[in-house]
């Protein structure tokens, strides 16, 4: 009997550049409003930032480790008929990071609001009512700013000229810091509730005050960690992707978006070879899509000149190692703070420079999941953050220097004797976020998060250059970190036609 012929997928085909946790979001939406969508994806295996580092029996994730508002990733599973515990187990991570002060005190940060209340009690009895004021500011900010902006689309200047009352009622032309001492006094506290933004990548001095939102985000959704790693994550979207018939192709770096008549076309490939798409999406970094992929055209608004002159978040340098013991007193996120706070950022942002102090993120996953090391093992990533390459910092020269000084500063508080106890390490610089991640200026975060770089300031989801030409991702809105990325994906739903349109 021979056999039959495969029947030809004929739905309109979107295409997909870079398996960051945007890119592959995008992807399960448009799947589910009947693409046949192809990722490609550089590297050798999914997940951007997200990527997976296992060498001598450990498991380091590269990028994000803090997974809040878990709704997101839900609505990813439910669209295509699952629940996302059917794929990953994600915990709840309690307390979600001790803060400790450079003179050994610490501040165990949770959701848990009595326990909340004691510990800014504890520091600093006469702030507590100023406490409970930003919080009440931070759920204001996230009910605008998250719930009824987050997945909005910003194509034109009355869409923002629409927010501009509600922005200004809440305060948004101050800093995140300015609206926390507006309430706190204490300097530690006032650090304390102020640094979230540098975990997208903004100055707290700089950042507007919408990101405030974050602190009513994790009391309201929690911190988790995917067991097995945030990897876990990325490989469960891929399964989804694929169930849905589509592609995920990796070692497949693309050259050029290709343009005709004033829309995107497809891709060309570093190999050389062209694929045709009805529509595409970049998850690249936005300054490269449009500097880099497509140069053959003429830009209006994305000029060159105007992306070599944006500001830029700060890069990171980030230390992966292994010990052949376990630091059971250490909490799964740490955040170690050095002896300068709006100094050292003053460092980092505004003059370029490599301070010789630093304020520290430790990672260390066994905490919650064993399994991340061979038994009797911790597994570790200590991050820093550090000038994106306009400092001109050579790491070449400068990371292992830096490495031992990180390494004498762990030794000396939180990890005695780690140095004689590492048995696997590994490094990622800025040049790693410039080479390897195709991030413009080694930028970890993209576009820095200030106010005329936000919202329709920022690179629009649908590209104001190219028809049929869309952004997810950092670099576009509404920003950076895992709640933005997955919300730009949502924002295609309003501006990307159905596959229907296509027939």
């Given at each position: ?13 979107a295409i997909v550049i ?80 001790r803060i400790r002060f ?141 169930g849905q018939g589509g ?257």
């Amino acid at each position: 009997m021979p056999l039959e012929s495969p029947i030809a997928d004929t739905r309109p085909h979107a295409i997909v550049i870079g398996s960051g946790f945007g890119g592959l979001a995008a992807a399960v939406r448009l799947g589910a409003r009947g693409y046949r969508v192809s990722v490609l994806e550089q590297l050798d295996a999914p997940g951007g930032r997200a990527y997976v580092h296992r060498q001598d029996g450990f498991t380091f994730d590269a990028g994000p480790t803090i997974v809040t508002a878990p709704f997101l990733l839900e609505e990813l599973w439910s669209l295509c008929g699952r629940k996302l515990s059917d794929d990953v187990d994600l915990r709840a991570v309690d307390p979600f990071y001790r803060i400790r002060f450079d003179d050994g005190e610490v501040f165990d940060y949770s959701g848990d609001e009595a326990a909340m209340r004691r510990e800014v009690q504890r520091l600093s009895p006469s702030d507590l009512a100023g406490y409970e004021r930003f919080m009440a500011a931070s759920q204001a900010i996230y009910k605008v700013g998250f719930e009824q902006l987050g997945d909005v689309p910003f194509d034109s200047w009355t869409d923002m000229a629409r927010i501009v009352p509600s922005m200004v009622g809440l305060g948004s032309y101050r800093s995140v810091y300015g609206l926390v001492a507006s309430h706190i006094k204490d300097e530690r506290l006032r650090t304390v509730f102020s640094f979230h933004p540098l975990l997208i990548g903004g100055n707290p001095f700089t950042a507007t005050s919408i990101y405030a939102l974050i602190c009513f985000l994790e009391r309201r959704w929690g911190v988790h960690f995917a067991m097995g790693g945030t990897g876990q994550l990325v490989s469960g979207l891929v399964r989804l992707i694929e169930g849905q018939g589509g592609t995920v192709r990796c070692n497949e770096p693309v050259r050029e978006i290709t343009v005709s008549n004033g829309a995107a076309t497809g891709v060309r490939l570093a190999s050389g070879a062209a694929l045709a798409a009805d529509i595409v999406v970049s998850n690249a970094d936005s300054a490269t899509t449009y500097r880099s992929l497509l140069p053959s055209i003429a830009r209006h608004r994305w000029t060159d000149r105007r992306i070599e002159r944006a500001r830029y978040s700060m890069s990171l340098f980030v230390w992966y190692f292994g010990t052949k013991r376990q630091y059971r007193d250490v909490r799964h996120h740490t955040i170690m703070l050095g002896p300068r706070y709006r100094e050292l950022l003053t460092d980092i942002f505004e003059r370029k420079v490599l301070a010789e102090d630093f304020s520290l993120y430790l990672h260390r996953p066994t905490a919650t999941d064993p399994s991340l090391a061979p038994e009797g093992c911790d597994a570790f990533y200590v991050l820093s953050p550090v000038p994106h390459l306009a400092s001109g910092v050579d790491w070449q020269v400068t990371a292992e220097r830096y490495r031992q000084a990180i390494a004498r500063h762990l030794d000396e508080t939180l990890l005695p004797g780690v140095q004689d106890e590492i048995v696997t390490s590994r490094l990622l610089t800025p040049l790693d976020f410039r080479d390897r991640l195709s991030s413009f200026q080694g930028a970890a975060f993209g576009l820095e998060p200030v106010m005329t770089q936000s919202a329709w300031f920022r690179p629009h989801n649908r590209s104001e250059e190219v028809e049929r030409l869309y952004l997810v991702g950092a670099g576009t809105h509404p920003g950076a970190g895992l709640p933005g990325v997955l919300l730009s994906a949502k924002v295609l739903d309003q501006v990307v036609p159905d596959a229907a349109a296509f027939a």
